[in-house]
């Protein structure tokens, strides 16, 4: 069982869609980063969210933090397909900073 | 550029050899992660070293071994190595509450 639990484990949408990827945990995170990889390279940091009700924008994708920083969102407005990648969550507890914690992860595939 | 540097790139060996992985963290960074993401799957954490210590442990498999250097770079060791073991492993560097930073990964097939 994975501390994260990641939804949806597959995307695959139009171009100009909308698409929300969710990241749920029964734990307490001090700050949850998400992240995108494309094929045969290193995930790259998207974002860091720290605040319970944080919300965080990048251009089209906007990040969410729950209010009890248990969980989190990443919304897509009018996906694009440069957007396709593996988007993962990451997270770390209050009580072991050192550690990470990974979802599983969404493939997100947007067709042109 | 993330500011991790991992080499090589692309390694191919075959079943029974032994393999060095080499990673350069952020500069700044006392912490290097070492992970292993098989196709179409998520990262496996496998080990963590702090300031040339080992931190933590994870799905790390008794074949393999890394080190930390006083220069803060890190080596991952595989050993008698398995067709299963071909995978993507990536280094990746932190510092105190700071998020990872990913290098590009080296991509290890065992034939």
């Known amino acids: 069982t994975q501390l994260l639990e990641q939804s949806p484990q597959f995307l695959s949408i139009q171009e100009g869609e909308n698409l929300t990827v969710y990241c749920n945990s029964s734990s307490v995170f001090s700050s949850l980063q998400w992240y995108r990889q494309e094929p045969g390279e290193g995930p790259v940091l998207l974002v860091t969210v720290v605040t319970g009700g944080e919300v965080k924008k990048l251009k089209r994708l906007t990040f969410q933090f729950g209010d009890a920083r248990k969980d989190s969102s990443l919304h897509i407005t009018a996906a694009q397909p440069g957007d396709t990648g593996l988007y993962l969550c990451a997270g770390q507890v209050e009580y072991n900073f050192n550690k990470f914690y990974f979802g599983s992860g969404t493939k997100l595939n947007v067709k042109p | 550029d993330s500011g991790v540097t991992q080499t090589p790139k692309h390694l191919i060996t075959a079943t029974g050899q032994r393999v060095t992985l080499r990673c350069s963290p952020r500069s700044g960074d006392l912490s290097v992660y070492w992970y292993q993401q098989s196709l179409d799957q998520g990262l496996q954490f496998l080990i963590q070293?702090?300031?040339?210590?080992?931190?933590a442990k994870g799905n790390i498999l008794e074949r393999f071994s890394a080190q930390q250097f006083p220069d803060l770079h890190s080596e991952l060791n595989l050993s008698s190595l398995e067709l299963g073991d071909s995978a993507l492993y990536f280094c990746a560097s932190s510092v105190g509450l700071s998020p990872l930073h990913f290098g590009n990964g080296t991509r290890l097939t065992v034939t």
């Open positions: 070293y702090y300031n040339g210590e080992e931190r």
